[in-house]
C-alpha cells in the first residue's frame, strides 16, 4: 500500500456488484452493439482505499451496488521488487506452487471492495492464489461440467464466461442443467492459498474487502477435452452445436 501512496491509478467499476471479464469485440465479429460490463476509471489510490473502507462499513452489498476493482497485472507484477519478496513461492522455478516455470507470466494482485462478485469462468492456465487480506468464497466447478453451463460463446468478448447471473435463484427454473452439475466451494481466508487446476470453472464472492494474488504456470491437457466438446479452442462447426445446446435447455 505503501508503494503507490497518491499515485494515479487505473481501476474497474461495475453498474453493480458483478465483474467480467472482456477483450474489445473486432468489427467484424457482430458485437457493434455490445457494451462492456465495466468501466474504466482514472483515481488516486489513497481515494480508492477511502471507498474500500467506506463499502466495508455499509453493510451487506445488493446487487445494483456500483462497486471498483484495482489489478496489477502479471506484467507489472513481475517487474515490482516488493512483490517479489512478499510472495518468493510465485518465481519461474518448479516448486508445488509452479508447476510448469516456462509457463510463468508473472504475479496478479486484485484489490477489492466487499460484494465484488467475480463472473464464472474457466482459465486455461494452472492457477494457484494466495489471500492476503479478507476472504472470498469459491464455487468450483470440473470441466466436465462445462456442457451443463450458459457460456458465452467463443468470439464473444467475454467467451468462456458465464452469460448468466449465478447470484439470481431464479435462473435455476430456466436452467435445469445448471442446477444439477457438480461443484464444490471454499472460502479462502487471509494467509491460505487456493490451487484451481487449469480449465475449471470458479465463481468468487468477495466476503470482505480482499487483497488477492495468484500466479499461472502453464496449461495442461487435462481437462481440455471437456472443454473442446464446449466449442472452444476447436471449428466453428462444434461452436456452432454447442450454442444449439444451450438454446434446447433453457
Known amino acids: 500500500l505503501e508503494y503507490y501512496k497518491d499515485d494515479n491509478i487505473i481501476i474497474e467499476e461495475s453498474i453493480n ?65 516488493w512483490l517479489r519478496k512478499a510472495l518468493p513461492m510465485f518465481t519461474n522455478k518448479e516448486s508445488l506452487f509452479i508447476v510448469d516455470p516456462k509457463g ?22 494452472r492457477n494457484f492464489v494466495a ?10 466447478l470440473p470441466p ?12 464473444h468478448p467475454s467467451a468462456r ?29 487471509s494467509g491460505e492459498f487456493l490451487y484451481i487446476p487449469a480449465y475449471w470453472f470458479h465463481y468468487i ?5 480482499s487483497i488477492q494474488c495468484n500466479a499461472r504456470s502453464g496449461d495442461s491437457k487435462k481437462g481440455k477435452s ?3 466438446k464446449c466449442g472452444f479452442f476447436s471449428t466453428k462447426k462444434e461452436s456452432s452445436n454447442h450454442n444449439k445446446h444451450n438454446k434446447h435447455r433453457k
Not at 487480506?133 to 468450483?140: A, N
Request: aromatic residues 10%; hydrophobic residues 35%.
Open 161 to 189: 464466461h458465464s452469460n448468466t447471473d449465478w447470484s439470481d435463484p431464479n435462473i435455476l427454473l430456466t436452467h435445469l442443467n445448471l442446477y444439477s452439475s457438480k461443484a464444490l466451494e471454499v472460502i479462502v481466508s
Open 226 to 228: 471437456d472443454i473442446e
Open 131 to 140: 489471500m492476503i487480506r479478507g476472504r472470498k468464497r469459491y464455487v468450483l
Open 17 to 81: 456488484n458483478h465483474f467480467t471479464y472482456y477483450k474489445s469485440p473486432k468489427k467484424d465479429h457482430g458485437y457493434d452493439n455490445w457494451i462492456p460490463p465495466q468501466q474504466l476509471v482514472q483515481t488516486t489510490f489513497n481515494d480508492f482505499l477511502s471507498l474500500v473502507d467506506q463499502a466495508e462499513k455499509n453493510g451487506p452489498i445488493i446487487t445494483n451496488t456500483s462497486l471498483q476493482y484495482f489489478t496489477i497485472s502479471a506484467e507489472e507484477g513481475l517487474h515490482i521488487p
Open 205 to 209: 464472492i468477495s466476503q470482505d474487502a
Open 144 to 155: 466436465s461440467e462445462c456442457l451443463n453451463l450458459p457460456l458465452f460463446p467463443p468470439g
Open 104 to 125: 510463468f507470466k508473472g504475479i496478479n494482485c486484485r484489490f477489492g471492495m466487499k460484494g465484488i462478485v467475480s463472473t464464472a469462468h474457466y482459465d486455461s492456465g
